[in-house]
């Protein structure tokens, strides 16, 4: 009797061991049980509080403030990952002065997706391994069937937080780790996580005089907005590696995509094709179009001065790596 036919390789099935292929060093300590518990309390509740949205607005409705802080604060914060976190700590896309340096870190954390080294040690791994063994949160890791691309997209999502062990910081970050005021921001990321939560409602506390301002403003522009943070940003991870387009070649397995409903709510990530077919250049939004904000404020970094050495796009590099349409013969 033959054998059973193999699922593709470009999308294998989820090995036994769910670390295979990777390095011996790659995966460090498991995470402690306030790390876990922390985890839980800061992707739950704002979850909740997404889905209590109707009913909240049916009841009391909210106010300019309120739309005011929780726009302010999501791009804030999010221009911290997609800024600080991803192009500039992950990819090195541009040199920063040390008060931008430390302030981009500040506001990453305050987005709540984790200490920075650790985020970076993370999504190095997933370049480094993207939709093949290894990769932290490849949707493709169950394999191709839908059932198994459906359960992949959850871990993609969301799933992969929970994983016990972490990516092992000392060997996909220790550029980060020899500077101790990073060292000390992660230390520090549940008082910047607070202050991201509980700033907002002091701010429409003081602003209307009253508790209900300030409880307005803690469940709009602290619980609403980080979770919708969370859902786009993980939306990179899931979405933006199964449906789209993929004008540019990225190397390997690689299946990221440019999914364009999510550019603006992601400040220009979800062109994630190209960026992952050129993963330093500081603009991933390069075609016409295609709006980039994170690009955008990087290059106001750089004329305030206090960025230098923007890796942005060349053109004749994006040629090399577009995509020659399939043609058919005559």
């Known amino acids: 009797m033959s054998a059973p036919a193999r699922t593709r390789p470009m999308a294998p099935p989820r090995p036994a061991d769910p670390h295979a292929g990777l390095p011996a060093n790659a995966i460090g300590r498991r995470k402690s049980v306030l790390e876990i518990v922390t985890l839980y309390v800061f992707v739950v509740v704002p979850f909740l509080a997404l889905a209590a949205v109707v009913p909240a607005v049916w009841g009391w409705g909210l106010s300019w403030l309120d739309v005011g802080l929780a726009v302010g604060f999501y791009f ?9 976190y991803h192009r500039y700590f992950t990819h090195g896309s541009f040199k920063a002065k040390r008060p931008l340096r430390l302030a981009l870190a500040v506001a990453g954390s305050m987005a709540i997706q984790g200490p920075v080294v650790q985020w970076v040690a993370d999504h190095r791994r997933h370049h480094a391994f993207s939709d093949r063994e290894g990769d932290p949160h490849s949707p493709w890791r169950y394999g191709t069937g839908a059932g198994a691309l459906l359960k992949g997209m959850f871990h993609a999502h969301l799933g992969w ?17 020899k500077d101790p005021a990073l060292v000390m921001t992660g230390r520090l990321f549940v008082v910047w996580a607070a202050v991201s939560v509980f700033l907002p409602a002091l701010i429409g506390g003081v602003v209307t005089g009253t508790w209900a301002g300030a409880w307005s403003a803690f469940f709009w522009a602290g619980l609403v907005r980080i979770a919708l943070l969370h859902h786009v940003t993980w939306s990179i991870n899931s979405v933006c590696h199964v449906v789209g387009d993929r004008p540019f070649v990225s190397p390997g397995r690689d299946r990221a995509t440019n999914f364009w409903p999510l550019a ?9 094709n190209l960026h992952h077919a050129d993963p ?50 005559s």
């Open 76 to 84: 804030a914060t999010l221009l911290g990952v997609t800024v600080g």
């Open 264 to 272: 603006i709510l992601s400040a220009g990530e979800s062109w994630h």
């Open 280 to 329: 330093t250049c500081a603009r991933h939004g390069v075609l016409r179009g295609q709006i980039d904000i994170s690009a955008r404020v990087i290059w106001a970094f750089e004329k305030l001065g206090w960025a230098w050495n923007v890796k942005w796009p060349d053109p004749v590099r994006l040629a090399a790596k577009r995509r020659v349409p399939a043609t058919t013969g």
């Open 161 to 177: 937080l929970f994983e016990r062990r972490k990516t092992n910081a000392e060997r996909y970050a220790p550029d980060l780790l």
